[in-house]
């Protein structure tokens, strides 16, 4: 019988070539998982990849040894950025992440389902985003691992059930929990200071539950009590609406761009962007492109859809890159 794999399955599966660590390798595998069609026909393959799978979370835990209360907090950084997800009890923090990966953590219809954290990788357009499930965060506790996560991820999403009359409080103490700690949110297009205490990571809000909020009464009540100091973005983890919108939210509160990059009469490899840090220029690519290039940088042509300027025009090593631009280095 055929399996008929889509094509999100190759372009998973050519990914486990480059695939340094384990964790890579085990993310990967999970998602192959996630896509491969659930009937007969791919019972077999199915079955190969959860083989597999095991196999490297034997070979992972037994390298890491036994798990060191608070450290399995500190996750393998993998993908273009690391968000961590976190929320009271309850609030659809896992849904949440299954909805916006496909990839099956638990989900449970009680409190403290989730255990421990774990990685699972979204796909946005081109690249990969990793987000961090974690166990709740209640009035009285908050394990402390979980503010050692956070000062390490690159962005914060709280997760709330925004049809709970606790809603406002829920997130007044994730916020002051985490601050007890030395880690502040900040509104997602606020710049950043530098990485010393306390730590300001950028954060959306999820108001999660929304399809139980008739009305968006409770949502409206909840933003004029935060008023800008956060975005809060209605969400239904339940469904798949407004997910695309979702992602793009996240992807944009990282502060990344995309860059592609040229070999001289070749085309653009559009599939595996550079990812660089907002503000990045020729220098920097050239510098993600192999750690010697930027020496060796003569001049660079720039390719940017957005403007006719920039058409494989030469431009300097100073050179401000955009989002999706096209960059051919000179050496
Ligand atoms: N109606 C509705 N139910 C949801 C939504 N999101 C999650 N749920 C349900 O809420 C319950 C809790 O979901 P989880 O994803 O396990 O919540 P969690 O925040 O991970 O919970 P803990 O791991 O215990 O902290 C489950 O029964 C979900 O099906 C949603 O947007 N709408
Ligand atoms: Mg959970």
Redesign the pocket.
Known sequence: MATNLPPQYFEAEKKLKTAKTNQEKIEIYEELLAIVPKHKASEKLQAQLKTKLSQLKTASEKKSGPARHGSSYIIDRSGAGQVIVIGPPNSG??LFIKTLTGAN????DYPF??KNPAPFMMKFENIRIQLI?T??VTVDFMETGLAEAAKIADAVMVVIDIASPEAASDLENVILKLKEKKVELIAPDKDVPEAVPPYHKRSLVVANKSDLDAGGTNLADLRMLFKDQFEILPFAANGVEAAEALKQRVYLMLNIIRVYSKAPGKKADKEEPFTLRKGSTVQDMARAVHKDFHQNLKYARLWRASNSAYQGSMVNRDQVLEDEDTVELHL
Do not use: A
Request: avoid cysteine; charge should be negative.
């Open positions: 923090k896992s953590p638990e989900v449970g389902t989730t499930d166990p709740p």
